[in-house]
């Protein structure tokens, strides 16, 4: 009979040794597939966190990039008075309406963009009966040192009264009017002089800061 005994026993025993070789492979292979899965799966999680990271960093870099886009574009527009709605402005005119003041607007002289705006105070504060006379430049004896002799800032929009902003009552036209010139423009410096005349206001702008 083929093959010989001595060849079945070694080839049993080979078939036996192969076959637990097999198995060994098989589970290494086994081992080794669940735990490359779990390092392909902790890599991948590692990258889709770094592109989450990256993601929202480009994100916040567009939003910075547009925000500062249009803090440009509104530095180059001319400043303008903002109401939310028709009905809040006639609402502000009334009020102001209870009280009228006379006003003196001067704006920088040679400064077409500030010239336009004070017109758009003025014709604002003559809609509420304001006595407002047209507003004129800065005299030049005093344009070098305007901020000293007109209690005024620097640059951009200064109020002044004759009380200090501190004994502001509610429905005084004062903090009324600034209020309104702080929502328009962000912000307006409020200035006192005690020489101005009983209800009167004076409105100074220079340049846009």
């Known amino acids: 009979m083929w093959p010989s005994e001595d060849w079945a026993s070694r080839l049993s025993d080979w078939a036996n040794i192969g076959l637990i070789f097999s198995l060994a492979a098989g589970v290494i292979s086994t081992v080794l597939l669940v735990w490359m899965g779990n390092v392909k ?15 929202e960093k480009q994100k916040g870099e567009t939003a910075n990039a547009q925000a500062e886009v249009l803090r440009l574009q509104q530095q180059r527009l001319p400043r303008t008075l903002k109401f939310d709605s028709n009905e809040s ?3 502000l005119i009334a009020t102001l309406k209870q009280t009228r003041f006379t006003a003196e607007i001067l704006y920088k002289k040679g400064d077409g963009e500030a010239a336009w705006f004070a017109e758009q105070i003025r014709g604002l504060l003559l809609s509420a009966g304001w006595a ?7 005299p030049e004896d005093m344009s070098a040192n305007a901020v ?3 209690k005024a800032q620097p640059d951009g929009v200064t109020l002044i009264t004759k009380k200090n902003s501190d004994k502001d009552k509610p429905g005084d036209p004062e903090p009324i009017l600034a209020n309104l010139l702080s929502k328009s423009l962000g912000t307006v410096a409020r200035s006192w002089d005690a ?14 800061p």
């Open 41 to 55: 799966e902790s890599y991948l999680k590692t990258h889709l966190e770094q592109f989450t990271i990256d993601l």
């Open 89 to 91: 402005l006639q609402a």
């Open 132 to 138: 407002v006379p047209h507003s004129a430049p800065i």
């Open 148 to 150: 000293e002799k007109l």
């Open 195 to 208: 020489n101005l005349p009983d209800n009167s206001i004076r409105v100074i702008i220079l340049q846009k």
